[in-house]
């Protein structure tokens, strides 16, 4: 992964190299980390669920109303969520898990309340066809991510000459970039790996012209030839260029009387080191061995107590990767040139020191705790 600020050029290269024999526990080989397309996740998850005994899957239905439930002469339901479905059956849950979201309705049932702010950034993301040329596609193994002033660019690989795009920016240049042909955001996604700020703010300005503008600047910037950047993007997937607005949102608490909150349901993050899902994955393993606990000492896995584990331990992970993010983005926003100096410096000096590198890149790709 090549990672590098656009003001000062300060980088830093994560390479687990490959092989390394020092490295061969390593739960992902010589790999920092894999992307995984979500079609492919949630097939995966729908094959593994029609293996499982005693599920029940709602298909084409939503979910209308939770509510507590009511006291019967049989039963005594008072304290346990009611799902209403919209077929009208209703399900009532030991323990309801909040997997629904950063506007999550079980969120809201539970009364549970979040803090956070807006970044006033939305992500634009797309999927790249990159150009061939005399570097071959197994160059396309490599992540690439530049800091701009508005927000850090990334082209992320995927299989074949594809890559995904996620490009953090102004809500102002997000609207700009969907509204260009593609020929014109191509253009745009090359200059901002390879041009200056000042050029991509003033291609920014432009109603069209991009791919002649980026022909020019490019004879008269240095970066546009630069041996690490990525492979040139050539076409952009129909339909596939979307944006959505950046938060910063972190749930009270992730527990509540039989209820659990996991993914975005319990905290919305930054996505500049693609750490999203990854705590997402946590909570799910987290929670999953908390209902263990419960079961095999013959606790009641919808009881505060018998989940306050869980929340113990994913809120005070969460919070601490959470910080950093905050406090990365917030840094390279800045273009005081005493705080690039700053920062560059500090980059380099992590980049000079392995240890460092490699326990950086173990926590990110969860190898350690």
């Not at 790996?193 to 920014?204: A, E, G, K, V």
């Not at 030839?225 to 009270?252: C, M, N, T, W």
């Not at 930054?270 to 079961?295: F, K, S, Y």
Request: aromatic share 6%; charged share 20%.
């Amino acid at each position: 992964m090549q990672v590098w600020d656009s003001l000062s050029d300060a980088r830093i290269s994560f390479d687990r190299g490959y092989p390394n024999p020092r490295r061969k526990h390593s739960p992902l080989g010589g790999s920092i980390a894999y992307m995984c397309e979500n079609l492919n996740l949630t097939s995966s998850l729908l094959r593994r669920l029609e293996e499982l005994q005693g599920l029940s899957i709602f298909d084409s239905t939503k979910v209308d109303k939770i509510s507590l439930g009511t006291k019967t002469n049989s039963l005594d339901l008072r304290s346990w969520p009611v799902i209403r479905l919209s077929s009208g059956q209703e399900i009532a849950a030991r323990l309801l898990v909040g997997a629904d979201g950063a506007n999550s309705p079980i969120r809201a049932f539970a009364g549970v309340e979040t803090r956070g702010w807006d970044y006033n950034r939305h992500g634009v993301v797309a999927t790249i066809k990159l150009e061939d040329n005399a570097r071959t596609y197994d160059d396309n193994k490599t992540a690439y991510q530049r800091f701009l002033p508005t927000g850090p660019v990334a082209l992320l690989p995927l299989p074949g000459p594809y890559a995904t795009l996620v490009w953090s920016t102004l809500p102002s240049h997000a609207a700009h970039l969907k509204s260009i042909s593609s020929e014109d955001f191509i253009a745009m996604v090359n200059a901002a790996f390879r041009l200056s700020p000042t050029d991509i703010r003033y291609m920014h300005t432009l109603p069209s012209g991009q791919v002649s503008e980026l022909s020019w600047r490019s004879q008269h910037n240095k970066s546009a030839s630069h041996p690490l950047v990525p492979l040139l993007a050539a076409s952009v997937q129909e339909g596939s260029i979307a944006s959505f607005p950046l938060k910063y949102r972190h749930a009270d608490t992730y527990t509540g009387s039989r209820v659990a909150l996991v993914g975005d349901a319990a905290h919305s993050i930054h996505p500049l080191a693609g750490q999203g899902l990854n705590q997402g994955q946590g909570d799910i393993q987290a929670l999953v061995r908390t209902i263990e606990h419960a079961v095999d000492h013959g606790a009641d896995i919808g009881d505060p107590l018998a989940l306050e584990s869980y929340g113990a331990e994913r809120y005070a992970e969460n919070n601490t990767i959470m910080g950093i993010v905050d406090k990365l983005h917030k840094l390279y926003a800045l273009e005081s040139a005493p705080v690039v100096a700053a920062r560059s410096v500090g980059l380099s000096a992590v980049d000079a020191l392995g240890g460092l590198k490699e326990w950086l890149m173990n926590r990110t790709s969860g190898a350690a705790k």
